[in-house]
């Protein structure tokens, strides 16, 4: 997007301090960013983001510009690139009190902290809530632990796959009549919190700048991502239906399906939700009309037979175009190439490209979303490790060079992350 | 709910459920939110069909418009003149009607946000407003493939899998209600609204967030793996003595500890075993000792006793399971309403909670009255 904003941003002015790793917290945080904020992201030397990979290839080449990880591995990796567009890295080894207190006085001149560590991480450091209001009276401060701050099982350790399995989407997916089909690397239950959190945090700022309070967002990854299968909870709860995995089917539609195209790997999905676009299927696919694939699965064997037959000929997209000409709801079912390379996500600016000073100039996910008044910006790359350590302690706290040079002589921030896996 | 929001006042319309889930995230934290149920218009976005069950229609409306006031109109002349009504009353309108529904009746955002500068206009469609597939004939299952999901679920060598349930259309609706409160405090610091435009597609795109790097950066497409890593072990679902568990074993620190739990300590330094890939590649050695461990464990031991070693693991749990929660229940999350037309009933709660602000128990939805409609 060249056009240049007009207005500001809902949150321009608004400082951020990010303490968390991996996917949902730094999703919450970028969405934060992406709204005008100022991300501040401390990293420790010894414990820097996971998803910057480590300091030497973990998980295979495939995340890495050109698949190359070069000399610092750690900037040019394609997971933290992504998530952490439009932010700061301060490198600051939080294990060392010089380093809390270094923390402790950005808290003074921040307006959010949010934090995805295990529930007790942060009062263990001494930043628990109370611990940050007594630094800050106002401060918003944003909890994302894994079961949540309080109850039997705050102390449980999760990951995405595994709150994917605690939180019940794990069993309603799957192949009709079988059993449960996770994620794998999608990891569904991350990017699920990241997105509620970076709601929670702006509701959470909302309160504060209406009522001039703080508060404190317990954010439970658990809790928010039940919503997501509202209507499976709700069957049992209020009706003693228990759901199992459906397939692609919906019963609800007269057909709907996933069903092969031409070439390796092509496939469309189409549903007619009435009798009217499956008379105009049927017709396009050389089936009768008159047969109902809802009557018994025989019928819908045949229906299914002729769609397949058809599709199977054709090419994909050209078999979408058709579809959607003779007002059937249809789609292909894209990969990471042809999203990279649709018109339709092109013409929207929905990909933006960036300049990144180690990975070289790249497309990224944009936000789904478009404000006519308050555009994007064209954002800045992810950040380097610890590539705005010196600005931060200078410009924001105001310690002299001298003064920086002893705290990286000290450890407690540096240039370079100590060797780590990830 | 919290009455965080209770000075914004906000009006939905829509077919299907992301402008619900909208003005249920935003009701939840006290906004004011008038929900409009209006006849299905005769094309573009059709979620769920001409077969719903009145049944679950009433169960999901005892959920979505909780709290909120339900004004039931026609396209008619008095239908349109109430929807009017309501929006001059409203900070934000969140509309998901099929693209060009509401600009045809002189209800699009240009007509809106001239009579009235500081409206904030949010419209949620499954491709969005603008660009060559906004007209593009779209349910739950469209927007899931084109989006990029379902080509990532699945087993290899099977058809794409859908994910349950309406989730682009949820991830929209709360990804919309994080852009009308933005949007809203940027009227509130300068006046202007806005017209934000989301779109159930990009929505998902965003969700998935790292395939298309990855794409960009090397070349490799992320296909359907069956759940099954491929750069990591042990994870997935795994057998156990009463049924499967869900097992994560991701960072170096977890497979030290799990080394330990097994009693194999000199895996922590075996050089087959060395990094994840490794893991994954020489499995075999890992199951010799981790398959039968976990056959004689039932799926609660293994869960109470893996999380007591700070092990990420994890039972495979259904509705049922996490109505029975006692973590859940420990932290007051399900909500019991009295819904006007199913009685009690029990529904999901709060995606998260605040401390310090004023709590009021979330209402049954409330049906405005025939004369207000009239």
């Known amino acids: ?422 | 709910m919290y009455a965080a929001l209770s000075s914004l006042r906000v009006v939905e319309i829509g077919v299907g459920v992301a402008a619900a889930i909208c003005g249920r995230y935003l009701a939840d934290y006290g906004a004011r939110v008038t929900t409009v149920r209006a006849p299905l218009p005769p094309s573009g976005f059709q979620p769920r069909g001409a077969h719903d069950d009145p049944a679950a229609v009433r169960r999901r409306d005892a959920y979505l418009h909780a709290g909120k006031e339900v004004v039931d109109i026609e396209f008619d002349a008095a239908g349109w003149e109430t929807l009017r009504e309501l929006i001059q009353e409203a900070e934000v309108l969140v509309e998901a009607m099929p693209v060009g529904f509401l600009t045809e009746h002189g209800f699009g955002p240009d007509e809106l946000r001239a009579a009235d500068p500081s409206l904030v206009y949010v419209s949620i469609t499954p491709f969005g407003a603008r660009g060559p597939n906004s007209r593009w004939h779209a349910s739950e299952i469209v927007v899931d493939a084109a989006g990029g999901w379902m080509y990532g679920i699945g087993a290899p060598d099977r058809e794409p899998l859908k994910p349950p349930g309406e989730q682009a259309q949820v991830l929209a609706g709360i990804l919309a209600a994080t852009a009308a409160l933005g949007a809203w405090l940027g009227a509130r610091a300068d006046g202007a609204g806005d017209f934000v435009d989301v779109s159930m597609q990009e929505a998902v795109t965003f969700f998935l967030m790292n395939p298309t790097t990855v794409e960009e950066y090397s070349g490799a497409v992320w296909t359907r793996d069956g759940g099954v890593s491929g750069v990591n072990y042990p994870q997935g679902v795994l057998p156990c003595k009463d049924g499967v568990i869900g097992v994560n074993v991701m960072y170096y620190a977890e497979w030290d500890r799990l080394c330990d739990v097994l009693d194999r300590p000199e895996w922590r330094t075996d050089p087959r075993l060395e990094t994840p890939i490794h893991r994954l590649k020489n499995r075999h050695i890992i199951d010799e000792v981790l398959l039968p461990w976990l056959a004689e464990r039932t799926v609660d031991e293994l869960y109470r006793f893996a999380q007591e070693q700070k092990l990420p693991f994890a039972p495979v749990n259904g509705p049922k399971e996490l109505l029975c929660s006692a973590h859940l229940a420990a932290r007051g999350f399900w909500v019991k309403l009295d819904d006007p037309e199913l009685g009690p009933v029990t529904v999901p709660g709060l995606p998260f909670k605040l401390a310090g602000v004023e709590q009021v128990p979330r209402s049954p939805a409330r049906i405005a009255s025939k004369e207000r409609v009239e």
């Not at chain 1, 010196?390 to 706290?397: G, K, M, P, Q, T």
């Open chain 1, 1 to 422: 997007m060249t056009q240049q904003p007009v207005r500001r941003l809902p949150l321009e002015g608004v400082r951020v301090i990010e303490m968390s790793i991996a996917w949902a917290g730094p999703m919450a945080a970028r969405i934060l960013a992406e709204l005008g904020a100022e991300i501040i992201k401390i990293e420790g030397p010894t414990k820097m983001d996971r998803w910057r990979g480590g300091t030497t290839p973990q998980r295979g080449l495939d995340r890495y510009a050109d698949r190359n990880p070069g000399e610092r591995p750690w900037n040019r990796n394609a997971f933290y690139n992504t998530q952490n567009v439009n932010k700061k890295s301060l490198s600051l080894n939080l294990k060392t009190e010089r380093g809390r207190e270094i923390l402790r006085g950005l808290v003074a001149i921040s307006d959010i902290v949010l934090e995805n560590f295990s529930a007790g991480a942060m009062g263990r450091l001494g930043f628990e809530y109370d611990d940050l209001r007594a630094i800050k009276n106002d401060i918003v401060m944003v909890s994302m632990p894994g079961f949540g701050k309080t109850g039997p099982e705050a102390s449980y350790v999760a990951h995405g796959p595994t709150i994917e399995a605690v939180a019940g989407n794990l069993a309603l997916q799957g192949y009709e009549n079988e059993g449960p089909l996770p994620s794998g690397l999608l990891a569904w239950g991350d990017p699920v919190a990241g997105i509620t959190g970076g709601f929670a945090a702006v509701v959470a700022w909302t309160y504060h700048e209406l009522t001039g309070r703080g508060t404190h967002v317990d954010l439970s990854h658990i809790e928010s991502a039940i919503p997501m299968n509202f209507e499976a909870f709700l069957d049992f709860a209020i009706a003693g239906i228990e759901r199992k995995p459906r397939g692609n089917r919906d019963p609800r539609a007269v057909l709907q399906g996933c069903y092969p195209c031409r070439g390796k790997d092509r496939w469309l999905v189409l549903s007619c939700p009435d009798v009217e676009s499956w008379c105009r299927l049927a017709e396009l696919v050389g089936a009768s009309p008159d047969l109902d694939p809802r009557r018994d699965d025989a019928a819908l064997c045949v229906a299914e037979e002729r769609v397949r037959a058809w599709t199977a000929e054709r090419d994909r997209d050209k078999a979408v175009a058709v579809l959607q000409e003779h007002d059937v709801p249809a789609g292909p079912v894209a990969d990471a190439h042809d999203l990279n390379h649709d018109p339709h996500l092109a013409a929207r600016g929905f990909f933006r490209t960036i300049a990144h000073p180690e990975a070289g100039v790249h497309k990224y996910p944009g936000m789904p979303w478009q404000a006519a008044e308050r555009p994007w910006r064209q954002p800045a790359p992810a950040p380097l490790f610890g590539e705005h350590t010196d600005d931060i302690l200078s410009s924001l706290l105001h310690l002299s060079a001298a003064e920086i040079e002893e705290l990286y002589r000290a450890g407690v921030v540096a240039r370079e992350p100590a060797p780590q896996a990830d």
